[in-house]
């Protein structure tokens, strides 16, 4: 289906990462948002509040943002489309409801505008320290979809695709900025509403009497009601069977779980989105997503300079995390080189696909700043001359 | 369903308030004198009174004993996450404002975990209908001390008596800006679903708690006797004070309980705030919210 | 165009972000380029000092940061003591003129000075110097086709004051023109013009 022409701001613009994503979000078709101001997300909920009463919708500025992750699943229940956008502070707050939104299959958008932490820690300046978080920062095991732009143009698009997934696969999913791509201003271009593509609710076309709200078929995903409607549905955030009623066994347990777990992560290939360049027949190739991708740019094209072969692979989906590709990637190269601005997270995940078959090179970096091209250059070089695992 | 059934004093073996329950889900997991049983009876039957239409109600609960509400009402209905049921219902409200949205939850949860969002509720005048069953304990989790629970009563957690102070929820309801507040207790079935069906007339943020007995932990561990004794007690040391100021009407240990309807005023919800607002800030500009159902 | 890294800096209320905005737009929109715009945030930049980067080039803009700024704007004293000297050897240095004094300047490059807020006073309007700089600008640095920066300037500011503000950029642009024609005076040179004034 078409996105909603009143929502898209159709044009060229110049503009910021955060106000991109705003756009991305009504361009998708959100008519609700739920927010706390945080630097440096707060630009994005400003704009909707100031674009969503001329397009039909709401905004509403909560008490915190325990209230605004879960403000926003109840607009998604009666009918909208919602999201909430913040920093690591409040990202912290809303893990309780990243849960919910996973045990009751509540599509919806978190954005995490990421600054330096632990704590307080840098609230003007960037990081991608909360990428473990936005995978396990929620108790029990369960799945989401996590994407990373790396432009304000991104912050656009893959907003609009953050809002399909979530529709796709009735999961939340993570939008992981950084404060760099969300301060950053540069051209966006928005097309005619008719060129962009939205996927609507799952919504169920049973009648009443035959509707389950956790009946699957085949595809692991269910079809949603909305409060309102007459389905007199129960939905709750404990271990329930297909009719949405607590059944606390093990069996259920297992079935439920496996089922919100599998639902992504057999889709994994699917749902994956990289940028490659230069792969084939490359030693070194250098694993990098967000701000830090175009940073390492530089030191891919410098390592080039130098005759070495070095291939680069951007993680646009971070979560499920591409273990194929990565797994394939190993079989033929020497090493991963994998800056990021954290002290180590995602290097993890590509170590632990490459399972041995090539070296991973971590090059962290604690944020308040990007790397140096030079820092990375140095790993690229030092992966270059190691010998084949 | 026909009025004859419902009011069939012949017929005793049907309840009345069955069509508006899951009867897949009984028996409840509350527990024999536990009085929320005795409030949801209060409830349907001010939904028959009040002839709402069923298909608009939404009810919200969050965790707790009171928070399975939703689980036995055959209504949209939402069991959220602790302290959580009064952000989430605002969602539902918002994005859908021809629901009419219910809070049914428990002290606890309303105002020590949830006790931010029922005062920003309150101060918005989100239109909700808040029914907050007052056990003065937290039960589900076995008996601990809550924000209502009486000064010198004793808890699990509170082993050697309670010192801290109580929350005198409609007096903090009130300054927080609710429109409607009552209180009841399980005695009283009939005047709370008279406040039930007056709530439902209200626009705004609307609050009526009740005093319920858990005798499994708060009655047991004061050495209060069972359910029956808590409607004697209730019987005994109720007061009806319509219009009493809400600042006299805190609760004790042993002490009378101010009953009655407090608080009965207009101020314009938040959705008409918003509106006229926009309206008078953007004039043309201005787009109404168009039903969001996305499908 | 190689790839170009400008640092526009002066105090808050001049105009600092939307000077950078402008020409940002002016090369990404306008002029087919590309441009990436960065600015401080956060306490420093409430109230006193107020920064902006630009990186501008004929292919993406990968780094955003500026490192080492082949151009900076300075409209304010303090921004001059703090950026001056990180512009590149041979770089150009725009101030303006009534608010900046430059001083000990070690390295080979280029000052190019306006009375951008005095020539905004004179428009009628103090508030439209942020576009008598980009006039200014335009001019100096031929980095820009000016009919794109003029295009720039007329969607950035509200409808009211498009006039203003494209007269403010004809001024600025005039000057320019008219100080480039003047053999482009070297640090040195205006150090002494600025010695021998007092």
């Known amino acids: 289906m078409k996105a909603d022409p009143r929502g898209v701001l159709t044009g060229v613009h110049f503009m910021d990462g955060d106000h991109a994503c705003c756009e991305g979000a009504l361009a998708a078709g959100s008519r609700f948002a739920a927010g706390y101001p945080i630097t440096p997300s707060t630009e994005v909920v400003e704009r909707f509040a100031s674009r969503v009463p001329t397009v039909g919708g709401t905004f509403i500025q909560m008490e915190d943002e325990l209230a605004a992750s879960i403000t926003l699943q109840g607009a998604v229940w009666a009918g909208a489309k919602a999201f909430t956008v913040t920093s690591g502070p409040g990202f912290s707050l809303m893990m309780e409801h990243i849960g919910y939104a996973a045990m009751t299959e509540t599509p919806c958008v978190f954005v995490d505008v990421q600054r330096g932490g632990p704590s307080t820690g840098l609230p003007t300046l960037p990081a991608q320290a909360d990428m473990m978080q936005a995978r396990w920062g929620s108790h029990g095991d369960y799945e989401i979809i996590a994407l990373c732009p790396n432009s304000p143009q991104e912050c656009f698009n893959l907003t609009i695709k953050a809002f399909n997934l979530a529709e796709e696969f009735r999961v939340p999913v993570m939008f992981m900025m950084d404060e760099c791509v969300g301060h950053m201003t540069e051209k966006v271009v928005i097309p005619p509403a008719d060129q962009i593509e939205v996927v609507p609710r799952r919504h169920t076309h049973k009648p009443v009497d035959e509707y389950l709200p956790y009946e699957t078929n085949g595809d692991l995903v269910p079809e949603m009601a909305h409060a309102g409607e007459g389905y007199n549905f129960h939905i709750t955030g404990l271990t329930h069977d297909e009719r949405g009623y607590p059944n606390m066994t093990p069996q259920i347990q297992d079935k439920l779980v496996r089922r919100l777990q599998n639902k992504i992560l057999q889709a994994a290939d699917r749902i994956a989105m990289f940028e490659e360049e230069q792969l084939e027949g490359a030693d070194v190739v250098v694993v990098s997503y967000g701000i830090t991708s175009r940073v390492a740019q530089r030191a891919i094209e410098a390592a080039r300079g130098r005759g070495l072969r070095v291939g680069k692979l951007r993680l646009i989906t971070a979560w499920p995390f591409p273990d194929k590709k990565i797994r394939e990637l190993a079989a033929k190269v020497k090493a991963f080189v994998v800056p990021e601005l954290n002290l180590g997270q995602m290097v993890r995940e590509v170590e632990r696909a490459a399972a041995g078959q090539a070296k991973t090179f971590a090059v962290p970096h604690a944020g308040g700043g990007v790397h140096n091209p030079e820092d990375i250059l140095k790993v690229i070089v030092e992966a270059g001359r190691c010998q084949t695992a | ?295 | 165009m190689q790839l170009t890294e400008i640092r526009i800096a002066g105090f808050g209320g001049q105009g600092v972000i939307l000077s950078a905005i402008v020409l940002g737009k002016a090369a990404s929109i306008y002029q087919g380029a590309y441009a990436t715009m960065t600015q401080n945030f956060g306490p420093e930049a409430r109230g006193g000092a107020c920064s902006a980067q630009l990186v501008v080039s004929d292919s993406p803009v990968l780094y955003p940061y500026v490192i080492q700024p082949d151009i900076l704007v300075v409209m304010s004293q303090e921004a001059y003591v703090r950026f001056g000297s990180e512009l590149k050897d041979g770089g150009i240095m725009i101030v303006e003129q009534d608010l900046v004094r430059v001083s000990d300047l070690n390295k080979e490059i280029q000052v190019y000075s306006v009375p951008a807020t005095r020539i905004a006073e004179d428009l009628g309007k103090r508030m439209v110097l942020n576009s008598v700089m980009v006039g200014f600008f335009t001019a100096v640095t031929h980095l820009l086709d000016p009919d794109a920066v003029r295009k720039a300037v007329a969607d950035s500011v509200p409808p009211t004051f498009r006039e203003l503000n494209l007269k403010a950029f004809e001024r600025g642009l005039e000057y320019g023109t008219i100080a480039l024609s003047a053999s482009p005076s070297l640090a040195e040179e205006e150090l002494q013009a600025q010695y021998s004034r007092e």
């Open chain 2, 1 to 295: 369903m026909p009025d004859s059934l419902i009011n069939d004093p012949v017929n005793p073996a049907v309840n009345p308030v069955e069509p508006f329950l899951r009867s897949d889900r009984m028996p409840s997991i509350w527990c024999p004198g536990c009085g929320i049983g005795t409030t949801v009876n209060s409830f349907a039957r001010a939904l028959i009174d009040s002839k709402i239409d069923l298909q608009s109600l939404a009810l919200v609960s969050g965790i707790g004993c009171t928070g399975r509400v939703a689980g036995y009402v055959k209504l949209d209905s939402f069991h959220t996450t602790h302290g959580r049921a009064i952000p989430f219902a605002t969602g539902l409200k918002l994005a859908n404002p021809k629901l009419n949205v219910i809070v049914y939850s428990g002290d606890g949860d309303l105002s020590a975990i949830g006790g931010n969002h029922l005062i920003h509720a309150a101060r918005r005048n989100i239109d909700l209908k808040v029914i907050c069953v007052n056990n003065l304990i937290y039960a589900m989790t076995g008996g601990q001390t809550a924000p209502t629970t009486p000064e010198h009563s004793t808890t699990s957690t509170n082993p050697y008596g309670v010192f801290e102070p109580a929350f005198n929820l409609p007096h903090l309801v009130e300054a927080a800006g609710a429109v409607y507040v009552a209180r009841w207790t399980t005695f009283h079935v009939r005047q709370l679903t008279r406040s039930i069906g007056e709530a439902f007339q209200k626009k705004g943020f609307s609050f009526i708690e009740v005093i319920s007995p858990c005798p499994t932990l708060y009655q047991r561990r004061n050495k209060m006797g069972d359910g029956l004794d808590a409607m004697k007690f209730y019987k005994e040391k109720s007061k009806v004070r319509n219009g009493a100021p809400t600042s006299e009407v805190g609760l004790t240990m042993t002490g009378e309980i101010v009953v009655g309807k407090f608080v009965d005023r207009e101020r314009p919800d938040y959705q008409t705030l918003m509106r006229a607002q926009y309206a008078e800030s953007l004039g043309e500009r201005f787009v109404e919210q168009a039903e969001m159902v996305c499908s």
